[in-house]
């Protein structure tokens, strides 16, 4: 079975710091695609990034990197030098091959001016 | 290209009342999700089609909440009757479908309250 587990529910952290936001998957498959989503205050899911199984390099986007690590079962993502315009929830995913996607609880990330 | 549509935005209703949410994927999209998300939550799949067909349903509370997607296309998501418990947002999304490693493009969702 597929899992997805966001233990942080909240986090705040004054602008400017960094802050990384925990994600830890269970699956027994060997193929599967992690992702990462943003939800703004307005609402609308937004795609931040994909990994699969067999690519463990981590990515860094501008202020946003990601690290993952199939010896932990984690794909974590860290914002650095945080803005308040970063402030939303985040969703880590979990698909599969048969596109069978499941979502975290997500991590509302609050950004302080 | 135009984004996954939803309608209704925003929808009220009695409890016992039947309600439905329409979607329209991105063109050429055969994969469809319907996701309930409930305040505070993350996106639950309650359905997922592959043209017409519905390949995952488990999750569905299939007593009251019914689903369709005629000519592997539009798709509806009825329920009947609603309960208080069903407020919700409901998210539709699409990928184009196969071998998983496609990106889901969401809607903007219908919010449902029942009082």
């Known amino acids: 079975a597929q899992k997805v587990t966001q233990a942080q529910t909240e986090i705040s952290v004054v602008e400017k710091e960094d802050v990384t936001l925990d994600c830890v998957y269970e699956?027994?498959?060997?193929?599967?695609?992690l992702f990462w989503y943003k939800q703004p205050p307005s609402g609308e899911l937004v795609f931040l990034i994909r990994?699969?199984?067999?690519?463990?390099q981590n990515e860094i986007s501008g202020r946003y990197s990601w690290n993952f690590q199939k010896s932990t079962s984690s794909f974590n993502f860290t914002i650095t030098a945080s803005q308040v315009v970063d402030s939303a929830v985040y969703f880590c995913?979990?698909?599969?091959?048969?596109?069978?996607?499941?979502f975290g609880k997500g991590t509302r990330l609050h950004i302080l001016p | 290209e135009a984004g996954v549509v939803q309608s209704p935005r925003y929808k009220i209703i009695e409890k016992k009342q039947p309600v439905a949410f329409w979607c329209n994927p991105i063109?050429?999209?055969?994969?469809l999700y319907w996701y309930r998300q409930n305040l505070g939550q993350g996106p639950e799949l309650l359905i997922r089609?592959?043209?017409?067909?519905?390949?995952?349903d488990s999750q569905l509370p299939k007593d009251r909440f019914s689903a369709e997607r005629l000519k592997g296309v539009d798709s509806t998501l009825k329920i009947q009757p609603a309960e208080l418990g069903d407020s919700a947002v409901y998210l539709c999304?699409?990928?184009?479908?196969?071998?998983?490693?496609?990106?889901?493009?969401f809607g903007a969702g219908s919010r449902l309250t029942v009082l």
């Open positions: 995913a979990l698909g599969n091959r048969d596109d069978k996607i499941i």
């Open positions: 063109s050429g999209h055969n994969t």
């Open positions: 990994r699969n199984s067999f690519d463990e």
């Open positions: 999304a699409s990928i184009r479908g196969g071998a998983g490693a496609n990106v889901l493009t």
């Open positions: 699956t027994r498959d060997t193929t599967y695609y």
């Open positions: 089609y592959e043209n017409e067909e519905a390949v995952d």
